[in-house]
């Protein structure tokens, strides 16, 4: 059984920042990727940013400049620096963890959170 839990949402006015956290737990071996999604009302959900274990990154161009995401593999968890952020990146922002389990057998999956609102005022 893994947990994936996120933390840090909340109420920013535009320009201002957020840091959200997501932390996994559980039987988990190793985690592999680790990455922020996002879901605005009545949009898809999309990717922000994801990071692997040797903290190669990628993000979605949009966020590109303002957004920094960042892990501690020792501690399970992944970090998302919000700066400067806009009105448009109001949505529920999920973490996915892609880990290797071995309950009840040998395997890697996507493990998801129950998402953290993050509003963005103008």
């Known amino acids: 059984q893994v947990q994936v839990v996120e933390s840090g949402g909340g109420l920013v006015q535009a320009g201002g920042s957020l840091r959200l956290s997501c932390a996994a737990s559980g039987s988990i071996i190793s985690i592999n990727n680790m990455a922020w999604y996002r879901q605005a009302p009545g949009k898809q959900r999309e990717l922000v940013a994801d990071i692997t274990s040797g903290s190669r990154t990628n993000y979605a161009d949009s966020v590109k400049g303002r957004f920094t995401i960042s892990r501690a593999n020792a501690k399970n968890t992944v970090y998302l620096q919000m700066n400067n952020l806009k009105p448009e990146d109001t949505a529920v922002y999920y973490c996915?963890?892609?880990?290797?389990?071995?309950?009840?057998?040998?395997?890697?999956?996507?493990?998801w959170g129950q998402g953290t609102q993050v509003t963005v005022s103008s």
């Open positions: 996915k963890a892609t880990a290797v389990v071995n309950s009840p057998y040998y395997s890697t999956l996507d493990y």
